[in-house]
């Protein structure tokens, strides 16, 4: 129904401040999130891209991410093909403080009417235990800093201007594996607590999209779509219903009375 009778985001003001590690801005072919590399001839489709759902719905976007190359690619596709403004900042979230007194003067003067938290990322490119991270002082730092860091520090930023003109909107994109703690990916859970389940980008190995596993372009559009009915979502139906079934299926509680009754015994 939501997507049906969809919220006027243009109703919170002119501009999105869209901010996110590259690898989910951009998809290629649909199916494979562009990382690094300029894109194929013909392949790039805007439509297809979180920030392009936002531009679709009328807003103009601030796009925030570490390679400012790639960053005006994106721009000039949105501008030439929804006739929208862009404003780029190049930033490095997990270089922690240093980035936002640069981003503050880069938003002088405009109305960011939505905020969209979306970086993140994980201490290892595959599953590791904690004490098994590569490079742990550097990374779990760099880690912090963009999950959790960025969102507290951006919506410091932004949300005084929305205050002031008594409307706003801050979306924060979180995960499931934030909503307990996971195995072998304890600090990504501890730091990213929209909650979805898989989605297929490259943090998730480019797992074929399936009746469980959303793509990218259609959980942005489904999650677009719950803006304005609900202040927590899983995104889309189909991950909904595996939060319903995790939650009625979690043994935890369980697992841990034994573990205790085991001590005592």
């Not at 003001?13 to 951009?26: K, P």
């Not at 000039?76 to 403004?85: A, G, H, L, V, Y």
């Not at 590791?128 to 990374?139: G, I, K």
């Not at 909503?179 to 730091?191: D, I, K, W």
């Amino acid at each position: 129904m939501s997507e049906i009778w969809q919220t006027d985001l243009k109703a919170y003001g002119q501009w999105a401040a869209f901010m996110n590690n590259w690898r989910t801005i951009g998809v290629l072919d649909n199916r494979q999130v562009i990382q690094q590399g300029p894109p194929l001839a013909g392949q790039m489709s805007v439509v297809k891209q979180p920030g392009g759902k936002l531009a679709k719905r009328g807003l103009d976007l601030v796009l925030i991410s570490r390679s400012e190359e790639k960053l005006h690619r994106v721009a000039k596709d949105i501008e030439s093909q929804f006739r929208r403004q862009t404003r780029v900042i190049q930033a490095d979230f997990t270089e922690g403080h240093s980035i936002y007194s640069a981003i503050t003067q880069q938003l002088e003067g405009l109305e960011i009417g939505i905020l969209v938290n979306n970086v993140g990322m994980n201490y290892t490119g595959i599953l590791a235990n904690f004490l098994d991270v590569p490079d742990p002082e550097q990374r779990i730092t760099q880690v912090i800093n963009c999950n959790i860091l960025s969102v507290t520090q951006m919506s410091r930023l932004i949300l005084p201007g929305m205050v002031e003109r008594g409307k706003g909107l801050i979306i924060n994109m979180s995960s499931e594996a934030a909503s307990q703690p996971q195995p072998m990916l304890s600090l990504y859970s501890a730091t990213k607590c929209v909650a979805p389940f898989v989605v297929s980008t490259n943090m998730t190995h480019n797992v074929p999209v399936n009746p469980l596993v959303k793509s990218a372009a259609s959980f942005a559009r489904d999650a677009l779509n719950t803006v304005g009915y609900t202040s927590y979502t899983s995104g889309c139906v189909t991950h909904a219903l595996q939060r319903m079934a995790k939650l009625a299926l979690n043994t935890e509680p369980q697992i841990r009375e034994r573990m205790a009754n085991n001590k005592q015994d």
